[in-house]
Nanobody, 117 residues
Framework: VQLQASGGGSVQAGGSLRLSCAASGRFFRVHDMGWYRQSPGKSRELVASITSGGRTNYADSVKGRFTISRDTAKNTVYLQMSSLKVEDTAVYYC????????????WGQGTQVTVSS
């Protein structure tokens, strides 16, 4: 099982970016999917998550600016980030709970998001 993230980059404050993360490999079911981020000197924090039923959860710091969505058929989760702030700069990691040989949590490789003033 692999989670492949893409879409990071550099943008000026106020700009937008869209992250994608696709799950691939042999598994039976995908439960929750989400995005976390980690900036230097800070612990990894939840940005947003979405259940298999479409229920979403956001960190207070991104509410109203970020939107998480998923394409169940493609086993892909997206994070649309708008009105980006300098403090959104971090490495973003996708995360998913899915059932392969057993239910487990998987992490994708990080993708860097840099927001400049």
């Amino acid at each position: 099982v692999q989670l492949q993230a893409s879409g990071g980059g550099s943008v000026q404050a106020g700009g937008s970016l869209r992250l994608s993360c696709a799950a691939s490999g042999r598994f039976f079911r995908v439960h929750d999917m989400g995005w976390y981020r980690q900036s230097p000197g800070k612990s990894r924090e939840l940005v947003a998550s979405i259940t298999s039923g479409g229920r979403t959860n956001y960190a207070d710091s991104v509410k109203g600016r970020f939107t998480i969505s998923r394409d169940t058929a493609k086993n892909t989760v997206y994070l649309q980030m708008s009105s980006l702030k300098v403090e959104d700069t971090a490495v973003y990691y996708c995360n998913s709970v899915l059932v392969a040989s057993m239910q487990s949590e998987y992490w994708g490789q990080g993708t860097q998001v840099t927001v400049s003033s």
